[in-house]
């Protein structure tokens, strides 16, 4: 039988930073990844200020992903009465904020590749099935088939970081969230969009899916990758499929459906689920812990994921090492991998909570659309709520203390 310190199910953003991680302070490492790199992912591509800072410290520059990838320096929001505003983001680390737009074929492939530099062993086409437990039922490594039959590989930590589908998060009967805890996002490519800058821009055009929204994305030239958001219980009260709520949005969205008027779809839209952290799901486990969308921690906001799978990924790694130093991977101590990650993300996730709760008022959206139409310094902020360039628990305290103390600010 195979064995390694760490094995890890999955390659995307969340198993590759958590391998990376655990290569480099020297753990013996194996991702075991379902597709062969490159390989897509249902995504809008953007990832956001606080993302890019970890990519860097994986040595994923921007240069390093080549003509693909695109730089953005702002946002335009839409509110559903039409209105919108742009701005850039306050100044991030003393320097302007970038995010980036990245096609996931591009993007996963290179922070996998910076996690095999690292040190950490990739298996590509291995379709993991369940955790294998030992006599105690700790769980103790992985089954999989690699197209030549069924493999296991022991190893005495387990990460999952299998995505929304997790077979890992089943094997540990982790029970599925209830449907208000599910978003579902639908992604096109387009060619031959008009208008297109630097810029994220995000519509809360339509009343009957707030808190969802449709996004467009710039990918480079006249491309764009172009979506809709939605909750599951919305979805489920619309007649409307997600395929119909993304056509409308390009059709009718005052501020897309002239620029789109001479554009083509390129390959087909996918669409996937976003288990959203409303639901605070058992992430850690004797010999296991789950990161990234396997342990739902999609901001319940913006639908944003890169983030928190990265940082989940690195702090599922960091209990993992001192799990093995103190030859303890026990749920007891692995619950350092749930503490970390919510000191980092916790605040952004539960600020994302409650707005995303305000979000569903188009009233409330169309009077923050409107103010920070006419203040440049709630423009910049707002934007920056969005892309993790500030402190959303202080942000939300100074909403709060200006509803309290200045209401006039409310008003039209
Ligand atoms: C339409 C849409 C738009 C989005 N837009 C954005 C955005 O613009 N910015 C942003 O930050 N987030 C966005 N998200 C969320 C983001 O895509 C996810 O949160 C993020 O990909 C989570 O990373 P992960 O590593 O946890 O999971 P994934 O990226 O899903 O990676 C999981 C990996 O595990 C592999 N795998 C799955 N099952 C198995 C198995 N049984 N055995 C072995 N391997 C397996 C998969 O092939 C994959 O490589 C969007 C989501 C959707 C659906």
Known sequence: MQTADV???????????????????????VMLERAHFPRD??????VTAHAVDILHDMGVTFESLGPKAIRTFGGRIGA???????????????????????????????????????GAKLVQGAVVSDVVRDASGRCAGLRYDDGSGVQTLAAKVVIGADGAHSSVARSLR????????????????????????????????????????????????????????????????????LRDILDEFIATEPNVKDRFRD?????????????????????????????GDAAAL???????????ALVSGRTAA?????????????RHALAAHERECRAIVGGYLSSGRLLKNLAKSSTLLDLIV???????????????YGLGTIDRRRALRSIVLKAVFNPSFFRK
């Not at 850039?88 to 095999?116: F, H, T």
């Not at 409107?370 to 920056?384: C, Q, V």
Request: with cysteine; charged share 20%.
């Open 7 to 29: 094995v890890i199910a999955g390659a995307g953003p969340a198993g590759s930073a958590a391998a990376h991680a655990l290569a480099k302070a020297g753990a013996e490492v």
């Open 80 to 118: 559903p009465s039409g209105e919108t505003f742009v701005a850039k983001p306050p100044s991030y680390n003393g320097a302007p904020a970038e995010c980036w737009v990245v096609p996931r074929l591009v993007l996963d492939e290179a922070i996998a590749g910076a996690a095999q530099s690292a």
């Open 263 to 291: 554009a083509k779809p390129v390959g087909r839209a996918i669409g996937w689920p976003l288990p959203v952290s409303t639901l605070n799901r058992q992430s850690v486990f004797d010999g296991a812990m789950l990161c």
């Open 318 to 330: 960091h209990a993992a090492l001192a799990g093995l130093r103190r030859n303890d991977t026990s």
């Open 41 to 46: 992912k249902s995504c809008g591509d953007g």
């Open 174 to 241: 982790v029970r599925s969230a209830p449907k208000r805890h599910i978003g579902f996002a639908l992604r096109a490519y387009y060619d031959g969009v008009a208008g297109l800058d630097d810029l994220l821009e995000i519509y809360y055009y339509d009343k009957r899916i707030l808190p969802g929204y449709g996004w467009v994305f710039p990918t480079g030239g006249s491309t764009a990758n172009v979506g809709v958001g939605i909750y599951a219980g919305e979805l489920d009260r619309s007649s409307r499929k």
């Open 298 to 308: 999609v901001d319940p906001l913006t639908g944003e994921g890169i983030w928190t």
């Open 370 to 384: 409107h103010r920070a139409h006419t203040n440049a310094y709630y423009a910049s902020r707002a934007i920056g």
